[in-house]
């Protein structure tokens, strides 16, 4: 698809930070939907697993969805699989086993 240059120089101009937090969402969203098909499951299973309605999953699956750690845990609890990991490159594996 092609990006036109009104849109891109616009993108330009959002905050670096709300620009990173947005394309950390829809990460996040693609790796569920991974998740979703390598277990041959919808959305509307995770909302069943979940105890939530198929229309609040369709939301959070937009990927503009601000997701809590608690949801992040919640997902990951209900489709037995990590969505998100975290990485601290200051700590080294030496440094821990001290």
């Known amino acids: 698809m092609k990006t036109s240059n009104i849109i891109e120089a616009r993108r330009q101009k959002?905050?670096?930070?709300?620009?990173?937090m947005v394309?950390?969402?829809?990460?996040?969203v693609d790796r569920i939907?991974?998740?979703?098909?390598e277990k041959g499951l919808k959305q509307k299973d995770l909302a069943l697993r979940l105890g939530k309605n198929e229309s609040e999953i369709s939301r959070w699956m937009r990927g503009t969805h601000h997701f809590t750690i608690d949801t992040l845990i919640a997902i990951e609890n209900a489709l037995g699989e990590p969505v998100i990991a975290v990485c601290h490159p200051e700590i080294t594996r030496e440094s821990l086993s001290d």
């Open 14 to 20: 959002v905050n670096p930070e709300i620009r990173r």
């Open 33 to 37: 939907h991974e998740i979703l098909k």
């Open 23 to 28: 394309d950390l969402s829809f990460k996040i």
